[in-house]
């Protein structure tokens, strides 16, 4: 599986970007998806993730009310809304996918075989 990743950009504080996760072609229904961030020096951190099927959410604490995941399955494709953008999420944006990932590895990116190739977010105050 190939994701590709788009939608990064350059936002003032406050404002809100999509991030899209296309998948070169049709995710099993075990997959999930996953959304992380990295910034230079730091190790790369969960965001978000969805589960193929069914469509059950997963956020990390700082994102919660502010970022949306969802999928387009028809599209093979994720989604990552963010409003209410903060500084702080200034980070390169990475889609992930696995199909065999448990539950409770979901926010570890070590467990996650497809990567897409990120897409640079840029938070101004």
């Known amino acids: 599986v190939q994701l590709q990743a788009s939608g990064g950009g350059l936002v003032q504080a406050g404002g809100s970007l999509r991030l899209s996760c296309a998948a070169s072609e049709r995710t099993s229904s075990r997959f999930v998806m996953g959304w992380f961030r990295q910034v230079p020096g730091k190790e790369r951190e969960f965001v978000a993730a969805?589960?193929?099927?069914?469509?059950?959410?997963y956020y990390t604490d700082s994102v919660k009310g502010r970022f949306t995941i969802s999928r387009d399955i028809a599209k093979n494709t994720v989604y990552l809304q963010m409003n209410n953008l903060k500084p702080e999420d200034t980070a390169v944006y990475y889609c992930a996918a696995d199909g065999t990932i448990i539950q409770s590895s979901i926010t570890l990116p070590n467990q996650y075989d497809y990567w897409g190739q990120g897409t640079l977010v840029t938070v101004s105050s």
């Open positions: 969805i589960k193929w099927n069914g469509g059950h959410t």
